[in-house]
């Protein structure tokens, strides 16, 4: 199994303020990897899907990219409604799922 | 447009099966695989199993032993079944779906069910 690697585990920031999260996967996954938002008793909202194609209805400061193992979720300018649990899903092979990154108000 | 609805017992008493059922609509299970996947209380996701459009299944290999995924085409239901559950099963189960080239990996997701094993 691949395994994803997911860093921060929680990241503290503003309104405004460009944040980055990370995922790094055990061997290539050949950019087939999304991102995802989720807000308390929700499911899982996709953002990016294969490294950096956006998500119909998504705003433009979210953006992805990355190749081989490692992949960046960057949010441009922070919004209030952006604070939430992010997550990266490899489907190169059997799904798998970093830990996650709460993002929360400084 | 693509829906997932998940629905089953909320309380799983310990050593027991637990049986849900996910009904979709908007596309057809012989063309889209539908998979499950499941979030402990506070906790990541885990990829539980899938079903693909030809009726074939894979499943997680930790949980392998415990897992069975079948489909009623005819009805648009998808059911998951899990037995010997212990108290580390208890998560939000959720079903979602891949679409093929066109909407990919899990775009579309179930608002998920709460199951708690405990006696």
């Known amino acids: 199994d691949i395994q994803m690697t997911q860093s921060p585990s929680f990241l503290s920031a503003s309104v405004g303020d460009r944040v980055t999260i990370n995922c790094k996967a055990s061997?290539?996954?050949?950019?087939?990897l999304n991102w995802y938002q989720q807000k308390l008793g929700e499911a899982p909202k996709r953002l990016i899907y294969?490294?950096?194609n956006l998500q119909t209805g998504i705003p433009s400061r979210f953006s992805g990219s990355g190749s081989g193992t490692d992949y960046t979720l960057t949010i441009s300018s922070l919004q209030p409604e952006d604070f939430a649990t992010y997550f990266c899903l490899q489907h190169n092979s059997f799904p798998t799922f970093g830990g996650g990154t709460k993002l929360e108000l400084k | 447009q693509v829906q997932l609805k998940e629905s089953g017992p909320g309380l799983v008493q310990p050593s027991q099966t637990l049986s849900l059922t996910c009904t979709v609509s908007?596309?057809?299970?012989?063309?889209?695989?539908v998979h499950w996947v499941r979030q402990p209380p506070g906790k990541g996701l885990e990829w539980v199993g899938a079903?693909?459009?030809?009726?074939?299944?894979d499943y997680n290999s930790a949980l392998k032993s415990r897992l069975s995924i079948s489909r009623d085409t005819s009805k648009s239901q998808v059911f998951l079944k899990m037995n010997s559950l212990q108290t580390e099963d208890t998560a939000i189960y959720f079903c979602t779906h891949y679409g093929g080239y066109s909407e990919g990996w899990f775009a579309y997701w179930g608002q998920g069910t709460l199951v708690t094993v405990s006696s």
């Open positions: 294969n490294t950096n």
């Open positions: 908007g596309f057809s299970l012989t063309s889209n695989s």
């Open positions: 061997q290539n996954i050949n950019k087939y």
């Open positions: 079903i693909w459009s030809g009726g074939s299944t």
